[in-house]
């Protein structure tokens, strides 16, 4: 058997992984870079956060063509989709992007290694693949397998009937019901895909919100948007199981005492992701995993074992690509003695639906549940030119400040473009602003964005356009 010696081993070339593996060969590291899939990226490249956004922005620009151009003179007769094109492009992108990762790895010295990885002690890690057992040394290895899809037990996913996201970015037609099991972002944009192409979508939900790491006001109005593009919502319902009668499916659902059931061609699956630890040699090596299966680290990334780190959503923390990035890179600029730092009260979250939802920080309630004394100031797009102008002004901006103080605490909003728009929220938390910082910063006219200064302003009662 070959053996390998390196400074830094990463399992795992998702957006945790590479993006640590590329800061670590900056750094001079001599670093190897392992996953078991042949298309480097992880989940978010391959199979998440850049298929289900070119499957948005596809379905958006048919949903305007369908519902929304003839109101601006532009008359399209008969706009159709064909699905298998779409898909293409779809692949398209997400080949450019997992081999652009190939070529960004390769271009810095990374060795990139095909094969599934697991610990072997000493610092020691094998890597086996199709070509046989491969053994690496290094004096740090990193972790960022990433995590997986959660199935419900009474409910299999069988890829025909019951998906997952995996299935739910590649259907090759449109199916006539789609059920969605869970209101969190990654089934509110798969149910926005579908339902655009003309789907009919519920969303069935155990909690009383989709949405819920948003503050209710923000939810609801996104639920009332998304119930006007047609979506259905069951709220407070639990998930029972699914059933087959007369060549139909349904899924089944308890709410209030009652069984509910959904008729469905196909059921998505979207209640959450649970940490890869399988196969990685945890328990041979003695690596410590926290209540909820995730590997331990402290606050700089160390698990138990000496030259074991862990980064990404195989560890604590939101399950978000940005995230793991961040954690990457911190994690390698401190195992080369540097001030690696994540500051994880300014992690942006965003549902990309139509309008999107954005958040940073404490929302309202979170703020109050904390004990903390907030002024909250709100602007509505209607009141925003540019909105106006380009018929997006379905949206609210909610700015939260720290009562004595008047630190910028957290922005939640439902906006066309939130998840650019919450970047400038992002930078002013950074340098802990405050609301009067953030409405005294002068932002282009006319755009979107004046209305994040005007809800910042209406903090202090201040706001000139409401
Ligand atoms: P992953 O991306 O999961 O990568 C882990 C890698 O490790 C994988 O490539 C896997 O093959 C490899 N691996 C695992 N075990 C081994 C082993 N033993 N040996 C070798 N290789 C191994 N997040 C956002 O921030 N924004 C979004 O818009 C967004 N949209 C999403 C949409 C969907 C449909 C899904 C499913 C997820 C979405 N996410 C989004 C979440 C995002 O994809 C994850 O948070 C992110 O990918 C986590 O990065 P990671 O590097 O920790 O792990």
Same mark, same amino acid.
């Given at each position: 058997m070959s053996e390998k010696t390196y400074d830094l081993i990463v399992i795992g070339a998702g957006p945790g992984g590479y993006v640590a593996a590329i800061r670590g060969a900056q750094l001079g590291l001599k670093t190897a870079l392992i996953d078991k899939e042949e298309k480097l990226g992880g989940t978010c490249l391959r199979v998440g956060c850049i298929p289900s956004k070119a499957l948005?922005?596809?379905?958006?620009? $048919?949903?305007?063509?369908?519902? %929304?151009?003839?109101?601006?003179?532009?008359?399209?007769?008969?706009?159709? *989709?064909?699905?298998?094109?779409? #898909?293409?492009? %779809?692949?398209?992108?997400?080949?450019?992007?997992?081999?652009?990762v190939a070529m960004l790895t390769s271009k810095r010295g990374i060795d990139n290694i095909h094969g599934e990885a697991r610990l072997a002690g000493g610092g020691k890690v094998i890597v086996k693949s199709s070509k046989g057992d491969e053994n690496l040394t290094a004096k740090n290895i990193l972790i960022a397998t990433g995590s997986s899809i959660v199935e419900l037990p009474f409910l299999p996913v069988d890829g025909k009937t019951v998906v997952t996201s995996d299935h739910a970015i590649a259907f090759d037609s449109v199916p006539e019901k789609l059920v969605v099991v869970g209101g969190g972002a990654i089934g509110l944009e798969l149910g926005s895909v579908w339902a655009r192409l003309g789907s009919e979508v519920t969303v069935v939900e155990l909690l009383p919100q989709i949405a819920p790491t948003f503050d209710s006001d923000i939810s609801k109005l996104l639920q009332r948007l998304l119930k006007k593009q047609g979506l259905k919502f069951e709220l407070g319902a639990k998930v029972t199981g699914v059933k087959k009668e007369k060549n139909k499916h349904f899924l089944t659902a308890e709410k209030n005492g009652k069984e509910l059931t959904f008729e469905a061609d196909k059921i998505l699956?979207?209640?959450?992701?649970?940490?890869?630890?399988?196969?990685?040699?945890?328990?041979?090596?003695?690596?410590?995993?926290?209540?909820?299966?995730?590997?331990?680290?402290? !606050?700089?990334?160390?698990?138990?074992?000496?030259? *074991?780190?862990?980064?990404?959503?195989?560890?604590?923390?939101? #399950?978000?690509?940005?995230?793991?990035?961040?954690?990457?890179?911190?994690?390698?600029?401190?195992?080369?003695?540097?001030?690696?730092?994540?500051? $994880? !009260?300014?992690?942006?979250?965003?549902?990309?639906?139509?309008?999107?939802?954005?958040?940073?920080?404490?929302?309202?309630?979170?703020?109050?549940?904390?004990?903390?004394?907030? @002024? *909250?100031?709100?602007?509505?797009?209607?009141? @925003?030119?540019?909105a106006i102008a380009v018929d997006s002004t379905d949206g609210v901006i909610k700015v939260i400040a720290d009562k004595k103080t008047d630190r910028l605490l957290g922005v939640q909003m439902v906006a066309h473009g939130a998840s650019e728009l919450i970047a400038s929220a992002v930078a002013h938390m950074e340098y802990s602003g405050s609301a009067e910082d953030f409405g005294r910063t002068i932002h282009a006219h006319p755009t979107i964005s004046e209305s994040m200064k005007e809800a910042a302003l209406a903090v202090s009662g201040t706001s000139i356009h409401q």
């Open positions: 948005l922005h596809s379905t958006e620009q $048919y949903h305007f063509l369908k519902e %929304k151009s003839e109101a601006h003179g532009i008359k399209v007769d008969n706009a159709t *989709v064909d699905v298998s094109t779409l #898909m293409k492009r %779809k692949d398209e992108v997400v080949n450019k992007l997992t081999g652009g699956c979207s209640v959450g992701r649970k940490p890869n630890t399988e196969g990685l040699g945890a328990a041979e090596v003695g690596l410590k995993l926290d209540e909820r299966g995730r590997v331990h680290v402290d !606050d700089h990334f160390r698990t138990n074992i000496p030259g *074991v780190f862990a980064i990404g959503d195989v560890v604590k923390g939101p #399950m978000l690509a940005h995230k793991a990035e961040e954690e990457g890179v911190a994690c390698v600029e401190l195992i080369a003695g540097k001030a690696g730092h994540v500051n $994880y !009260d300014v992690i942006p979250n965003v549902v990309y639906t139509d309008p999107e939802v954005a958040s940073v920080g404490l929302g309202e309630e979170a703020a109050k549940e904390a004990g903390i004394a907030v @002024n *909250v100031g709100k602007f509505n797009l209607a009141a @925003n030119g540019r």
